[in-house]
């Protein structure tokens, strides 16, 4: 199990800047990408962007790049989003979440995959 709690969310105004953050504890070893959805409402969960533990690399989805960075400690099993050049269309609950994968090698190998989410942070761009 994983446990992912974030924190950061809140009012800023439009061009302001905004970092959230996500702490995991649990099965740490077994998480293979963390990263960040959004959600508003009476739309589709979306990505923003993710990154692969083992070897740090980072994907970001159109809307993100240039703007938004991800990032990792991985001393505190965490994760961040630092947000830029916020726009009002970036309000939403942005979500944590993390790929996992549990099993053994067998033989025969038995791997199988879970995700899972943090409880979501409200991020209100806004004059």
Request: hydrophobic share 35%; aromatic share 10%; net charge neutral.
């Amino acid at each position: 199990q994983v446990q992912l709690v974030e924190s950061g969310g809140g009012l800023v105004q439009p061009g302001r800047s905004l970092t959230l953050s996500c702490a995991a504890s649990g099965s740490i070893g077994n998480i293979h990408t963390m990263g960040w959805h959004r959600q508003t409402p009476g739309q589709q969960r979306e990505l923003v962007a993710s990154i692969t533990l083992h070897d740090n690399s980072k994907h970001y989805v159109d809307f993100a790049k240039g703007r938004f960075t991800i990032s990792r400690d991985a001393a505190k099993n965490m994760i961040s989003l630092q947000m830029n050049g916020l726009k009002s269309e970036d309000s939403a609950v942005y979500y944590c979440y993390a790929h996992a994968y549990f099993g053994d090698a067998g033989p025969p190998p038995n791997f199988y995959a879970k995700d899972y989410w943090g409880e979501g942070t409200l991020v209100t761009v806004s004059t």
